[in-house]
């Protein structure tokens, strides 16, 4: 008996068009996956995902044929605990009287697995001889990345830098050695407090570093500017991206490495 499959389907990183009521749209999916993964979705009866109300949406809006409410959607939250992998995942194991069946992990937005939860699936499900199948889709990181302008042959994601005051400086120079040495330092912070973030970045940082600040990829208030920390600090505040309650992903670098 074949066992089952586990997919890693990446979900649309902006909001539907301003005008409409939900999450997503049938225009906004369709436009973020390729035909494959759609069709994949669409076949589909079980889904492992971070928050089960905007997987609904975005199944939704993703034009599954069947009734939502009577998918298996099993929300596994932000971090995943490790006692229900197993049970989570024995539907995709062939036993005696049970066909085994595929699943699709999905985060709120962008990759499962990459500053989202599934990492943990997918180990889990290598360990068990599981067949993992990864697809093609929209990553804030490496659409920031990409538009940055900045080192793409050596970079380190750090996730959430620290809130208190001393702490974020510590570990701004930290970041601040190793973006002199040519790696490239990608961090995010929660909407509300991009401004309190950038205005550390501006007062801390080697005003020679170059800085990108990358806001609503793929949405419609999207943003991308890389320009010197010294060249930042002499923009005027109505040249500057808004930043407040809008997604953002924050890259520096200094200039030690080549930029193929």
Known sequence: ?????????????AAAPAGTRTAFDAA????ALPPPALALLRATHYFLVEEARSARAFLKAAGHPGPIAELRIVEIGH??????????????????GRTAIDAVVLSEAGCP???DPGATLVARAHEL?????????????????MGAGLNGQQFRFHGYLPQEREALRARLGQLQADAQR?????FIETPYRNERLFEALLQQLDPALRLCVAVD??????????RRIGAWRG?????????DRLPAVFLVQGDAAARP
């Open 129 to 145: 001889g599981l067949a993992v199948q990864p697809w093609v889709g929209p990553s804030a990181l490496l659409l920031a990345l």
């Open 113 to 115: 697995g990459i500053a």
């Open 217 to 226: 990829l793929t949405g419609a208030q999207q943003q991308l500017q890389t």
């Open 182 to 186: 040519g790696e490239t330092q990608l």
């Open 1 to 13: 008996m074949n066992a089952g499959r586990l997919h890693l389907v990446a979900v649309p990183i």
């Open 235 to 243: 923009l005027p505040a109505a040249q500057r991206p808004r930043l």
């Open 28 to 31: 906004t999916v369709a436009a």
């Open 79 to 96: 971090a995943p605990d490790p006692a229900a992998l197993d049970g989570w995942l024995a539907p995709l194991q062939a036993q005696a």
